[in-house]
């Protein structure tokens, strides 16, 4: 992810509103101007220790950079994971090039659960790691790896612990589609001196290029991105608002409903370029992006670990997993 790229700028026009409704920090969370309602909750308890063990484990690889042995390694083990919870798993591989002309040897883990269904939801994260840590305050850090426990192991994680859930519990009228993208990260870092907002978010265009209906209907899809960051709040991601705004407020009034209000405030974020655009704008299903904003944190609005070498497991905060992982089970459940 990229500041560039993320459309900083148009984030300042939301800026301002976004300080009436939030206190959130680089430190410190938390949102008391938003409406409260009767918590409903309803379907299984999210384990936020075996979500955090998901996690973990993929960190355990190291950075799962492209066409490193960690990430070949870590692809195999998040493809038998869902496997092992009952989905059927689809390893698309593709060559992919990248801004510096780099090939990239991606996989796209598509893992779905029951498929045979007729009506179908899309979750979906990125698992790569950024190779370089271009936004990290200590220069002498810019070339080494993202450990990338937030920015990517977090969001596969949640998902990987739903699949669990469902496996557990299953009385949905609907089938999930798992999709880890590949090769989200290896965009121009922040040394080059220009912007391409295509170089991000390859292996979600690919996919996206290739998707087929298949005989059912996606319905919808929800994009996990940087979602076990400490202090972490979720506002309402401006794109998510232009391309899918029904979809935003159905997941914002489960958080609501779950008990999750204070880490999904109803207030706007910016305009970010993610995962998301391609299967809005290449697939047609209307999909939306789950991310934090940090609007007063110097470093980055997307918190102070963001491409740096401390996006490691001692930031990966249990209780933002929670609120996500059981957020998300209330949107399935209430289908």
């Known amino acids: 992810m990229n500041i560039v790229r993320r459309n900083l700028a148009a984030m300042a026009v939301a ?13 410190r969370g938390g949102n008391t101007n938003i409406e409260v309602i009767e918590v409903q909750s309803v379907g299984p308890e999210f384990d936020a220790d075996s979500a955090w063990a998901y996690c973990y484990a993929q960190c355990a690889f190291g950075p799962r950079t492209m066409n490193s042995e960690a990430h070949e390694q870590c692809a195999a083990w998040i493809a038998d994971k869902f496997r092992a919870l009952g989905c059927t798993v689809e390893m ?7 801004y510096d002309g780099t090939m990239l040897r991606a996989t796209n883990i598509i893992a779905r659960h029951h498929p045979e269904r ?11 790691s950024r190779p370089w840590a271009d936004n990290d305050p200590d220069s002498t850090n810019w070339q080494k ?3 990338a426990a937030n920015d990517g192991a977090s969001g596969v994680a949640v998902m990987l612990e739903i699949a669990r859930l469902l496996q557990q519990s299953d009385s949905l009228s ?3 589609d798992f999709v880890c993208f590949d090769a989200e990260d290896w965009g121009v870092p922040q040394w080059v001196n220009r912007s391409d907002e295509d170089s991000w978010a390859l292996g979600a265009q690919y996919w996206a290029s290739q998707y087929k209906a298949e005989g059912y209907t996606t319905e ?3 994009l996990l991105d940087m979602v076990g960051g400490e202090a972490a709040q979720f506002h309402q991601e401006g794109m998510s608002m232009l391309m899918a705004p029904s979809i935003v407020e159905k997941v914002w009034r489960a958080a609501q409903q779950a ?7 109803m207030s706007p974020g910016g305009r970010i370029t993610d995962d998301h655009l391609p299967v809005n704008e290449k697939a047609g299903i209307p999909t939306i992006d789950i991310i934090p904003y940090y609007p007063n944190c110097e470093s980055s609005s997307f918190g102070p670990t963001w491409h740096t070498v ?8 249990k209780n933002t997993l929670k609120a996500v992982g059981q957020t998300l089970v209330q949107v399935l459940f209430t289908l």
């Open 15 to 27: 800026f301002a509103a976004m300080l009436l409704f939030s206190n959130a920090s680089c430190h």
């Open 174 to 176: 609907v089938g999930v």
């Open 310 to 317: 401390n996006d490691t497991m001692d930031h990966i905060d």
């Open 118 to 128: 007729q009506r179908h939801i899309l979750l979906c994260a990125h698992w790569d």
């Open 145 to 147: 790896p993202v450990m």
């Open 259 to 265: 008990g999750y209000s204070g880490y999904f405030p």
């Open 220 to 222: 919808f899809g929800i």
């Open 92 to 98: 698309q591989k593709a060559a992919l090039t990248g």
